[in-house]
């Protein structure tokens, strides 16, 4: 049995020497060249468009009515009474920069009534410019 094992060994270094048949190399693979890892784009929650006269309706007609003459139903509780937006003696002193900040930072900061809240916290700088624009447009004189 020594000498049949010796034998096989033996029969098998020489096939493998001799250029015999071997089993086949694995093929080789091309390389794939590795492709960035695509993340995912985030969701994007839409978002409604600013509306300043749906805005002006909503919180500052509570005082200046939503005919802009100050008498909203707030109005009548109120010493000194809100600015009435179609009284032309308003718009003399009034620009867009004076209507932004009295409406960002509040009436006392600015000189005027400290019944005008601040609503620079729930408006931001683009709202508050939406929101003189409507104001400025339906209400100041045209020259």
Not at 115 to 141: C, E, N, R, S
């Amino acid at each position: 049995m020594r000498t049949l094992l010796m034998s096989l060994a033996l029969a098998t270094s020489l096939v493998a020497c001799s250029g015999g048949e071997t089993a086949p190399e694995p093929e080789a693979k091309p390389e794939v060249e590795a492709k960035p890892e695509v993340k995912p784009e985030p969701k994007v929650e839409a978002v409604a468009a600013f509306d300043a006269k749906a805005e002006f309706e909503k919180t500052c007609s509570t005082c200046h009515g939503t005919s802009g003459l100050g008498d909203g139903p707030a109005a009548a509780a109120l010493n000194p009474k809100p600015a009435s937006f179609a009284d032309a003696s308003f718009w003399e002193a009034a620009t867009d920069e004076s209507l932004h900040a009295v409406i960002k930072t509040g009436g006392a900061a600015n000189g005027k009534s400290p019944l005008m809240a601040p609503y620079g916290g729930m408006y931001d700088d683009a709202q508050i410019t939406q929101i003189v624009g409507y104001i400025t447009d339906t209400w100041k004189p045209k020259s």
